[in-house]
T-cell receptor
């Protein structure tokens, strides 16, 4: 069985500050991991994905995430926050067998202070 | 990635009525997925729609409440039947990518009064 936990339902950072959104997973098989972003009144957009290749994954909009097997983590970071980054972020895990097996985290709402 | 269009983008409905949501994909896909996102919540898979066969529903969702059609490889509909205020949610259509990632439509925001 797989599960994913996002630590912190709401994160607030100042514009220009480091963004760190935390995600821990549980999986009995090598996982596939994803981060999605949902801007207000929009659907979900894939930010980045880890599929057992490089452990540091770069995504769109300057985001990246690092897969750490020893810590069962896949935290999302961005060096400098922009106002446009304000959104809901979802971490997700899959065993890779089927898209219907993707498990989503509860989400983290990112707010950016001017 | 696929381009997914959903209609309607939002609607306000009276309890007891039904609403059909349409999903159009710009390429042929084997499976289409329907998700529900209740206010302030994460995503829950309702069902997987395969062309030419009955949809596969997840635990807690039944065909009588959420009938799905899949007439061809680029189109699907989800109907929310006999609606109640608890059905107020965002309904999202999605398709899978090469490594099982999901691509989503813009969602259909339903409010039931």
């Amino acid at each position: 069985a797989q599960s994913v936990t996002q630590l912190g339902s709401h994160v607030s950072v100042s514009e220009g500050a480091l963004v760190l959104l935390r995600c821990n997973y549980s999986s009995s098989v090598p996982p596939y991991l994803f981060w999605y972003v949902q801007y207000p009144n929009q659907g979900l957009q894939l930010l980045l994905k880890y599929t057992s290749a490089a452990t540091l994954v770069k995504g769109i909009n300057g985001f990246e995430a690092e897969f750490k097997k020893s810590e069962t983590s896949f935290h999302l970071t961005k060096p400098s926050a922009h106002m446009r980054d304000a959104a809901e972020y979802f971490c997700a895990v899959s065993d890779g067998s089927s898209a219907s097996k993707i498990i989503f985290g509860s989400g983290t709402r990112l707010s950016i202070r001017p | 990635s696929a381009v997914i269009s959903q209609k309607p983008s939002r609607d306000i409905c009276q309890r007891g009525t039904s609403l059909t949501i349409q999903c159009q994909v710009d390429s042929q896909v084997t499976m289409m997925f329907w998700y529900r996102q209740q206010p302030g919540q994460s995503l829950t898979l309702i069902a997987t729609a395969n062309q030419g066969s009955e949809a596969t529903y997840e635990s807690g969702f039944v065909i009588d409440k959420f009938p799905i059609s899949r007439p061809n490889l680029t189109f699907s509909t989800l109907t929310v039947s006999n609606m109640s205020p608890e059905d107020s949610s965002i309904y999202l259509c999605s398709v899978a990518g090469v490594v099982g990632e999901l691509f989503f439509g813009e969602g259909s925001r339903l409010t039931v009064l």
